[in-house]
């Protein structure tokens, strides 16, 4: 699992800038909405450590 986190922090950026290129080659808003998707995908990379980070904590507390 600790593995697969650095990936989904690493790339979910690039996805949302994907997704923003896309957008915005289709209607013609460009970089507004790659900067936009750019955010939402750090956001993203940056929950998803977050949630990872929880649930290391959580497993540490566990019964002992």
Do not use: E, H
Request: no cysteine; charged share 15%; aromatic share 16%.
């Amino acid at each position: 699992m600790a593995s697969t986190i650095g990936f989904q922090v690493a790339f979910a950026p690039f996805i949302g800038i994907a997704i923003g290129v896309f957008l915005d080659s289709k209607l013609g808003s460009f970089p507004y909405l790659t900067i936009i998707w750019l955010i939402v995908g750090i956001a993203a990379g940056g929950l998803n450590y977050y949630r990872f980070a929880k649930k290391q904590q959580q497993d540490d507390k566990g019964p002992k």
